[in-house]
Every structure is written in C-alpha cells, then in structure tokens.
C-alpha cells in the first residue's frame, strides 16, 4: 500500500525518498524500474534517491533479478543492519522499551511500572532509557516512538488527556529529547498499532483498514486510501469514552455506560471478579 501520509512541511524530495524506502520495504527485493512503475516517478529521480539511499547505507543492492532481454536489473534491499528504533509504549500498569530493526521486527525490550504520577514517571522513564541506551552501545537509534493510550496534540507535541492514566496535557516529547538525544515521535497507541498493520502486517496490501485495540481501554485507528486519519481534534474513530447508558457504571473519564466500562480488559476483570465474589487480576501480556 501506499505509505502513510506525511506532514506538509516535508520537501519533494523527503516525500518520494519515504516512499521509495517504504515500497523498499514492503516489497524488497526489488528493481528501480520497478520502482518507478509503481510510484509514477522518473527512472532518473529513483535512481538519484536509491544511490543516495545506498551511499546513507540505508539501502543495499543484492543479486540481479531476472529481465527478459538486456542487462539484468540489481534488486534493492532494506540494510535492516543500518541502524534501530527505540519504541516506547505507555500502558496504565505497564510501560515497554523495545528495539525494533527497519522492518519492524523487535529485537529485545524490557518493561517498567507505570507510575501514577506523570512528573514521576517521566524522570523514571528518561532515568530508563538512558540505562537501556547504555547497556546496547553499539546501537545506532533513528529515533524514539512513544505511544500513549490517549489523544495527542500534533501541533503542541503533547499528551493531551489519558483517562485510564489520569493524565492531561503532559509533554513527554522534550524530557526524552532532552535525556536522549534522540528525535521522538508521539502517537496514540491504536493510531499506531494501525500505521503498524499498514506497514508490516498482513493487511499492508489495503489502503482502507481499521483497527480497534481492546486493552485497559478500547481505541481505534484509520486508514482511509493509505493515509492515516486523526481528525481535527486527532481522536477520529475513537469510541472507547461514547456513553450508550447513562446508568451504567462510572467511567475512568467520568461519564457512566462508556464502552470501555463494558468491553475492555477492565471490563472483563470486573464482571469476572463480580461473579467470584472476589478480587481478580492477570500478570502482563
């Protein structure tokens, strides 16, 4: 599929040499003149980007690929050797560090409490990766993707509430910055888990795909003709906070009957304690 939309401020040049790494990826190996069948653009452009690609070491050229007639065409692959991304991802009880190579295949990762207290917990978090980033010295990281099971705001960089963490307008972007080095990327963990699917998952093929997350939370992430859709408040599709019984039980945002009182993992915890007539609990996933 086509790659995910990318912000407006990006030159020509930075939006064809993100598409052509991300059909590199999807569909490697494979040739620059297949490239450039599939993208539309000029053999001339492909080939300017693919050898500036391969000079970054981002790229690597493997065996030749098979041609009708003529000279055989060198085939494209990710150098998935190239270098790494940190990712973060923020859960009420439990927050995970993982490395992943180029093609989204994790390496390691460890994980964290998550601590009530946001202040707290990004001292914590910052203190952590800086230990994680110590402990792997040879890792060359791209960047640090955190996700946050809540609404971000693109424009300020923030988190702007997350009512199962209790959380508002806290800036975790710069405090990691800050404590890395590292540029970091914020996006709401279903908005995420879609762009994942879209780009490494079996449905990568579809330009229109949702994917509703069932956690401590319900959310829900969009593609619509290979473009993620936010909104204009960057909460387009959620559901998880909608009421459908104003009687129901009370709700972490405060509402009663949201959906998430009904079908989260919570949810199931409750009813399932509720019929014990006792406390229930499960370790992490």
């Given at each position: 599929?086509?790659?995910?939309?990318i912000?407006?401020?990006e030159?020509?040049?930075?939006?064809n040499?993100?598409?052509?790494?991300?059909?590199?990826?999807?569909?490697?190996?494979?040739?620059?003149?297949?490239?450039?069948?599939?993208?539309?653009?000029?053999p001339?452009?492909?080939?300017?980007?693919?050898?500036?690609?391969?000079?970054?070491?981002?790229?690597?050229?493997?065996?030749?690929?098979?041609?009708?007639?003529?000279?055989?065409?060198?085939?494209?692959?990710?150098?998935?050797?190239?270098?790494?991304i940190?990712?973060?991802?923020?859960?009420?009880?439990l927050t995970?560090i993982?490395?992943a190579?180029?093609?989204?295949?994790?390496?390691?990762?460890?994980?964290?409490?998550?601590?009530p207290?946001?202040?707290?917990?990004?001292r914590?978090?910052c203190?952590?990766?800086?230990?994680f980033?110590?402990?792997?010295?040879?890792?060359?990281?791209?960047?640090i993707?955190?996700?946050v099971?809540?609404g971000?705001?693109?424009?300020?960089?923030?988190?702007?509430?997350a009512?199962?963490?209790?959380?508002?307008d806290i800036?975790?972007?710069?405090?990691i910055?800050l404590?890395?080095?590292?540029?970091?990327?914020?996006?709401?963990?279903a908005?995420?888990?879609?762009?994942?699917?879209?780009?490494?998952g079996?449905?990568?093929?579809?330009?229109?795909?949702?994917?509703?997350?069932?956690?401590?939370?319900?959310?829900?992430?969009?593609?619509?003709?290979?473009?993620?859709?936010?909104?204009?408040?960057?909460?387009?599709?959620e559901?998880?906070?909608?009421?459908?019984?104003?009687r129901?039980?009370?709700?972490?945002?405060?509402?009663?009957?949201?959906?998430?009182?009904?079908?989260?993992?919570?949810?199931?915890?409750?009813?399932?304690s509720?019929a014990?007539g006792?406390?229930?609990?499960?370790?992490p996933?």
């Open positions: 599929m086509p790659p995910i939309a912000t407006s401020t030159t020509v040049r930075d939006v040499r993100h598409r052509i790494l991300g059909l590199i990826r999807a569909r490697q190996p494979i040739s620059r003149a297949e490239i450039a069948r599939q993208t539309g653009l000029q001339s452009t492909v080939s300017l980007i693919t050898e500036q690609l391969i000079r970054q070491n981002w790229v690597t050229e493997g065996a030749a690929g098979q041609a009708p007639r003529g000279r055989k065409p060198r085939l494209l692959y990710l150098n998935v050797e190239r270098a790494r940190l990712g973060v991802d923020i859960r009420p009880a995970t993982a490395i190579d180029p093609n989204g295949r994790v390496i390691t990762y460890e994980r964290m409490p998550t601590a207290q946001p202040r707290l917990f990004v914590n978090l203190r952590r990766l800086q230990a980033l110590r402990a792997h010295p040879r890792l060359v990281c791209e960047g993707g955190v996700t099971p809540g971000v705001d693109h424009a300020r960089r923030r988190l702007v509430a009512p199962n963490l209790g959380w508002r800036d975790l972007k710069a405090p910055e404590a890395t080095g590292i540029p970091v990327e914020l996006e709401n963990a908005n995420a888990c879609a762009i994942a699917e879209a780009s490494f079996t449905h990568r093929e579809m330009k229109d795909l949702v994917v509703v997350t069932v956690s401590e939370g319900i959310g829900t992430g969009i593609i619509s003709g290979g473009r993620l859709v936010r909104g204009a408040s960057g909460l387009a599709g559901f998880g906070h909608v009421s459908f019984d104003e129901g039980p009370l709700c972490s945002c405060g509402r009663r009957g949201c959906w998430e009182v009904y079908g989260s993992n919570t949810a199931a915890l409750r009813a399932y509720e014990l006792r406390t229930a609990s499960v370790g996933a």
